[in-house]
């Protein structure tokens, strides 16, 4: 049974930093492409980062230059790093698995990353 299960959301004020975490387990996760979405309240979801299977990184516009995807393969973990948070930030974050580009087979549960003062 596949769980990707997502760590380290959560209330932090603009300009500040979180890390979130995703471990995967049962699963191959060195084969998989990654990806982190976000879906804000009223809003459709949106892929943020993402990361191949050899470690290359793709951003999307809004958050390039502030944010970090990286993976320890070793570990069946991938991370994203967020730093000089906006509250347009604010949403529920995903990581996702997928054997192919912008499809992903399996979802985490998501969490909940608040950016306010």
């Known amino acids: 049974q596949v769980q990707l299960v997502e760590s380290g959301g959560g209330l932090v004020q603009p300009g500040g930093s979180l890390r979130l975490s995703c471990a995967a387990s049962?699963?191959?996760?060195?084969?998989?492409?990654v990806g982190w979405y976000r879906q804000a309240p009223g809003k459709q979801r949106e892929v943020v980062a993402s990361?191949?299977?050899?470690?290359?990184?793709n951003y999307a516009d809004s958050v390039k230059g502030r944010f970090t995807i990286s993976r320890d393969n070793a570990k069946n973990t991938v991370y994203l790093q967020m730093n000089s948070l906006k509250p347009e930030d604010t949403a529920v974050y995903y990581c996702t698995l997928g054997l192919y580009y912008y499809t992903p087979d399996y979802w985490g549960q998501g969490t909940q990353v608040t950016v306010s003062s």
């Open positions: 049962g699963v191959a996760f060195s084969i998989y492409f």
């Open positions: 990361i191949t299977r050899s470690g290359d990184t």
